[in-house]
């Protein structure tokens, strides 16, 4: 997994503000999670943090590409 | 009378919210499986255990194989993440199975394994398994409309397979489907986390894959 960049970690975690407080993201084997568990894994470039910056890049990166389709 | 109905073997842990959504979410396929006339065999929470899991591989001799729980490269995990099958130590309990692990990771290192030991074919996920939920919906996931997405393209897999598919035509089907949800989900207005619920279907979907021949149908 390659380490994030601080671009990176500032688009998820906008990405992430969007996501009412009330919903979580399950990631199999390491739980649950809520928005805000989730901004402060990000922020704080935690294991859990920087999957989920991985995730969130990889479909951006997808969207850019069916966009251009 | 000895039985003839083809049996299918199947964990559903239920000792965190994570996996006791994957296995609520597998009433369906149980369902189907029964309409089908495969004898089901579930190893529900305590049972899904190394000893039972062993013990009823050993004894019914499953074609299909489902498991739901945390894996890691080399193993899965049933109830209290106590490990059933691992690499190394029990991958030949799955000699002339097809297995399905909804779980993390296991595709590569335990997939490989299984086949090489002898399984018809293994279907699962390199990476972790996600999916969004609505806490508010925690006791009845089938009503979670947010987890919907990944239960759906997630049960596809083994639903195909018992229905007479090859598991890349099940791989295929499921990844034809979170396509159209991931297209759905990413332009809905109506909620602010539907983007997360269609990154969720796209990592998924690029974690999915399988080992063995494509062409491995239940026989």
């Known amino acids: 997994m390659m380490a994030a960049t601080e671009d990176e970690i500032k688009i998820v975690v906008e990405r992430l503000k969007?996501?009412?407080?009330?919903?979580?993201?399950?990631?199999?084997?390491?739980?649950?999670?809520?928005?805000?568990?989730?901004?402060?894994?990000v922020s704080g470039k935690t294991e859990i943090g920087e999957l989920v910056v991985e995730m969130q890049m990889a479909y951006l990166r997808s969207f850019k590409e069916r966009a251009k389709q | 009378?000895?039985?003839?109905?083809?049996?299918?073997?199947?964990?559903?842990?239920?000792?965190?919210?994570?996996v006791f959504y994957l296995s609520k979410w597998s009433e369906e396929v149980i369902e189907?499986?029964?309409?089908k006339g495969f004898n089901v065999v579930n190893l529900p929470r305590e049972k899904a255990?190394?000893?039972?899991?062993?013990?009823?591989?050993?004894?019914?001799?499953?074609?299909?194989?489902?498991?739901?729980g945390h894996g890691s490269p080399s193993k899965i995990a049933g109830h209290k993440n106590g490990i059933i099958l691992e690499k190394g130590r029990n991958e030949k309990v799955t000699k002339g199975a097809i297995v399905y692990a909804?779980?993390?990771?296991?595709?590569?290192?335990?997939?490989?394994?299984?086949v090489s030991s002898g399984a018809k074919g293994f279907v699962s996920y390199s990476f972790p398994f996600m999916f969004v939920s609505d806490?508010?919906?925690s006791a009845h996931p089938m009503k979670d409309e947010l987890?919907?997405?990944?239960?759906?393209?997630?049960?596809?897999?083994?639903?195909?397979?018992?229905?007479?598919?090859?598991?890349?035509?099940?791989?295929?089907?499921?990844?034809?489907?979170?396509?159209?949800?991931?297209?759905?989900?990413?332009?809905?207005?109506?909620l602010p986390e539907a983007s997360i619920v269609a990154s969720c279907l796209y990592w998924n979907k690029l974690g999915l894959g399988l080992r063995g021949e494509a062409d491995t149908r239940i026989a």
């Open chain 2, 147 to 190: 987890a919907a997405p990944c239960r759906i393209t997630s049960n596809m897999i083994p639903v195909s397979i018992i229905k007479g598919q090859s598991i890349s035509e099940a791989v295929m089907k499921a990844k034809d489907r979170m396509d159209e949800l991931i297209g759905f989900w990413e332009t809905r207005r109506d």
């Open chain 1, 18 to 41: 969007v996501m009412p407080r009330s919903v979580n993201l399950n990631i199999g084997g390491f739980g649950s999670f809520s928005r805000d568990e989730l901004i402060d894994a």
């Open chain 2, 135 to 137: 806490p508010n919906r």
């Open chain 2, 32 to 35: 189907e499986a029964q309409n």
């Open chain 2, 102 to 114: 909804r779980s993390c990771f296991a595709l590569k290192e335990l997939g490989e394994a299984c």
């Open chain 2, 49 to 68: 255990s190394l000893a039972e899991f062993e013990g009823h591989m050993a004894k019914m001799k499953p074609c299909f194989v489902m498991l739901n």
């Open chain 2, 1 to 18: 009378m000895k039985s003839t109905s083809p049996i299918f073997l199947i964990t559903t842990p239920e000792s965190d919210p994570v």
